[in-house]
T-cell receptor, first 114, second 114 residues
Framework: DGGITQSPKYLFRKEGQNVTLSCEQN?????MYWYRQDPGQGLRLIYY???????QKGDIAEGYSVSREKKESFPLTVTSAQKNPTAFYLC?????????????FGDGTRLSIL | KNQVEQSPQSLIILEGKNCTLQ??????????LRWYKQDTGRGPVSLTI?????NTKSNGRYTATLDADTKQSSLHITASQLSDSASYIC?????????????FGRGTQLTVWP
């Protein structure tokens, strides 16, 4: 079945440590996105990418980095510069990023600080 | 100020009852409005999408309405089931949106009791 796979489901980070969240899709979608979800808040856009080797900052990119070396993969690195990383992280994709195309979401990674 | 406001923040209903969730937005002009369902610990799943020219859209027991003049949308759930317990998120896409730009509400947490 086609879909978006995020791993791991749960992740723990020590202070000063970088961690990488995986996002893989087999939907053949060009556009991919990373969101952060905090309790009682709407999803906030971290980074997005329309094509391979190209990505753009979203609203809250500070302390995060991404890469898009392959169409199906869009990993997110939470760096030590991100002072409040505890959150639920969602990866999404859409066919080409057009407004009429729905975004399909993975099941998220919950990141916590040890 | 959040451009997409949802109410109520949470709602408890008994199985078999109907309910209506509200979404008010200030995003203008807009391209489309979507309702997503998010189960606990999972990613959001699209329920309905309406363009600015549509005023109703159904998906099984879910019916969304849109009043573009008053900038209000509602999601009506008929004959609720335990599996309807989830967060329901209203998402507005601005017209002429650049890739990835969506406005998310904070969601209404619905709990259905047996």
């Amino acid at each position: 079945d086609g879909g978006i796979t995020q791993s791991p489901k749960y992740l723990f980070r020590k202070e000063g440590q970088n961690v990488t969240l995986s996002c893989e899709q087999n939907l053949n979608h060009d556009a991919m996105y990373w969101y952060r979800q905090d309790p009682g808040q709407g999803l906030r856009l971290i980074y997005y990418s329309q094509i391979v080797n190209d990505f753009q900052k979203g609203d809250i990119a500070e302390g995060y980095s991404v890469s898009r070396e392959k169409k199906e993969s869009f990993p997110l690195t939470v760096t030590s510069a991100q002072k409040n990383p505890t959150a639920f992280y969602l990866c999404a994709s859409s066919i080409d990023g057009a407004p009429n195309q729905p975004q399909h979401f993975g099941d998220g990674t919950r990141l916590s600080i040890l | 100020k959040n451009q997409v406001e949802q109410s109520p923040q949470s709602l408890i209903i008994l199985e078999g009852k109907n309910c209506t969730l509200q979404c008010n937005y200030t995003v203008s002009p807009f391209s489309n409005l979507r309702w997503y369902k998010q189960d606990t610990g999972r990613g959001p799943v699209s329920l309905t999408i309406m363009t600015f020219s549509e005023n109703t859209k159904s998906n099984g027991r879910y019916t969304a309405t849109l009043d573009a003049d008053t900038k209000q949308s509602s999601l009506h759930i008929t004959a609720s089931q335990l599996s309807d317990s989830a967060s329901y998120i209203c998402v507005v896409t601005p017209r002429g949106s650049t890739l990835g730009r969506l406005y998310f509400g904070r969601g209404t947490q619905l709990t259905v009791w047996p």
